[in-house]
């Protein structure tokens, strides 16, 4: 990132001084004023050490949910369809953590019956994976 903040100012610099040079209601000077007006905030990303300078990951990660909304119209029953939910949020909270989904629902499954329901929340993907260590 540290790589990215002199290409950024000089950006910044230069947005600030073409604005002055365009119409403000042209595409262009429309494109700069929004930019400009945000510029602290679409630039973010490189000051903070934490944010992403876009959001590829997570789109990447709600594709399925997304592809399965389609295939969901056709899971037989509202209640079938809330159940699969489910389970790919379940999947898909297991990838984002890099839990064995088939290791965690072993385990789970063979646990479940005895384990006290005000503590089921212990059995989530990522919360399970802390006690496997």
Not at 2 to 23: C, D, Q, S, T
Not at 41 to 48: G, M, P, Q
């Amino acid at each position: 990132m540290e790589n990215a903040v002199p290409i950024l100012k000089e950006l910044g610099k230069w947005m600030v001084e073409e604005y002055g040079k365009v119409l403000p209601k042209s595409p262009i000077g429309q494109a700069l004023a929004y930019s400009i007006k945000r510029w602290d905030k679409l630039s973010a990303y490189a000051f903070t050490g934490h944010l992403y300078p876009d959001n590829n990951s997570i789109e990447n990660s709600i594709r399925p949910i997304a592809l399965g909304r389609k295939n969901h119209l056709f899971a037989g029953s509202h209640e079938a369809a809330r159940r699969s939910a489910m389970l790919y949020s379940l999947m898909g909270t297991c990838k984002m953590h890099n839990v064995n989904p088939g290791e965690w629902l072993e385990n789970i499954l063979s646990v479940i019956a005895d384990h006290p329901v005000n503590r089921i929340n212990e059995l989530l993907p990522h919360i399970w994976i802390l006690k496997q260590k």
